[in-house]
Nanobody, 113 residues
Framework: QVQLVESGGGLVQAGGSLRLSCAASGSIFSINAMGWYRQAPGKQRELVAT???????TYLDSVKGRFTISRDNGKNTLYLQMNSLKSEDTAVYYC???????WGQGTLVTVSS
């Protein structure tokens, strides 16, 4: 069974850092592009960052230079390093296979100003 489980969210002050993790079960992680998405209260879910199976990355303009997406195929794990956090980064963060309809349950990030 293919599952994704996020962790690492929490409460942090503006300017702080968090690292999110997404553990993938099954054997398809290494060959699939992955993405981090977020949904803030009252807003639509948006794509934050993507990474291909080969490691090519893309970012939402508002997080460029602050967030870094990475993956460890040996550990079947996706990461999102978030630095210089702002109050507008507050959201539930989800990981997802880019080309499959499989989502994690989400992890809440709250940035206090």
């Amino acid at each position: 069974q293919v599952q994704l489980v996020e962790s690492g969210g929490g409460l942090v002050q503006a300017g702080g850092s968090l690292r999110l993790s997404c553990a993938a079960s099954g054997s398809i992680f290494s060959i699939n592009a992955m993405g981090w998405y977020r949904q803030a209260p009252g807003k639509q879910r948006e794509l934050v960052a993507t990474i291909t199976s080969g490691g090519t990355t893309t970012y939402l303009d508002s997080v460029k230079g602050r967030f870094t997406i990475s993956r460890d195929n040996g550990k079947n794990t996706l990461y999102l390093q978030m630095n210089s956090l702002k109050s507008e980064d507050t959201a539930v963060y989800y990981c997802k296979y880019r080309n499959l309809g499989i989502w994690g349950q989400g992890t809440l990030v709250t940035v206090s100003s």
